[in-house]
């Protein structure tokens, strides 16, 4: 929950949050935004960025609600807040943020389960 909470404290209480199909109990990819792996995985191994990216098993999510990629893209104070890293998509084509950091804070911040 740090990362919807984090979500609904920089909306000041309204929620970004959305349901999200198919995420119970599912291991899923992420997909870096513009190659950029920001801070938390700058320094991660090579053999590991690739698992991760590639669904062997690294990234585990339980969640029933998510920040929706249109939801971030259409929210000023989420997307001045913060930089979306990487993303995924639900089995439904739902795409919603799975890594994100403030751009003027060390703050990060995950939505599934290493």
């Keep these: 929950m740090g ?10 209480g309204d929620t970004p949050l ?8 599912m291991i899923n990819t992420i997909k870096f935004v513009n ?5 938390l ?9 690739t698992k991760l990216t590639t669904g062997q098993g690294m990234v585990y999510y339980n969640h029933e609600e998510a920040i929706l990629r249109s939801t971030y893209d259409n929210n000023k ?16 084509n739902e795409r919603f943020i799975a890594v994100w950091e403030a ?5 990060y911040s995950i939505q599934f389960h290493p």
């Design 35 to 39: 190659g950029d792996k920001g801070h």
């Design 41 to 49: 995985f700058q320094n991660m191994p090579e053999n590991l960025i």
């Design 103 to 107: 751009r003027k804070y060390p703050f």
């Design 77 to 92: 104070k989420l997307s001045d807040f913060w930089k979306v890293t990487a993303e995924t998509v639900s089995p439904y």
């Design 3 to 12: 990362h919807q909470l984090l979500g609904y404290l920089t909306c000041n």
């Design 18 to 25: 959305s349901p999200v199909r198919g995420q119970q109990s």
